[in-house]
């Protein structure tokens, strides 16, 4: 079992900058394919950002490109999403998920991932 906790969200005003932090429970955090997706009110939710097992790949959504960036430290087993220039489009619950199943490429689609965050608020006021 794998447990994701986000933190790091919060309101910002648009162009600012904020880190989000999932920490993960397991022995072997180190192997899993990590993302980042977000569900803006009455929408559904959907990739943001993602990275593989090693960390050699990353993939992000054309929305967030140039401004978001993930990355993980395998040694605190944490991921971390980076978002600057942020924008009023930006708002949205922000969840982080994770999948055990090694892999080369990044998943980009909710029902790859297996676990779950209870995700984190970002709100980007104009």
């Known amino acids: 079992q794998v447990q994701l906790v986000e933190s790091g969200g919060g309101l910002v005003q648009a162009g600012g900058s904020l880190r989000l932090s999932c920490a993960a429970s397991?022995?072997?955090?180190?192997?899993?394919?990590m993302g980042w997706f977000r569900q803006a009110p009455g929408k559904e939710r959907e990739f943001a950002a993602g990275?593989?097992?090693?960390?050699?790949?990353?993939y992000y959504t054309d929305s967030v490109k140039g401004r978001f960036t993930i990355s993980r430290d395998n040694a605190k087993k944490t991921v971390y999403l980076s978002m600057n220039s942020l924008k009023p489009e930006d708002t949205a619950v922000y969840y982080c998920?994770?999948?055990?199943?090694?892999?080369?490429?990044?998943?980009?689609?909710?029902?790859?991932?297996?676990?779950w965050g209870q995700g984190t608020q970002v709100t980007v006021s104009s």
């Open positions: 998920a994770a999948d055990t199943r090694r892999s080369t490429y990044v998943y980009t689609q909710l029902w790859e991932y297996e676990y």
């Open positions: 397991g022995r072997t955090f180190s192997s899993y394919a």
């Open positions: 990275i593989t097992w090693s960390g050699g790949n990353t």
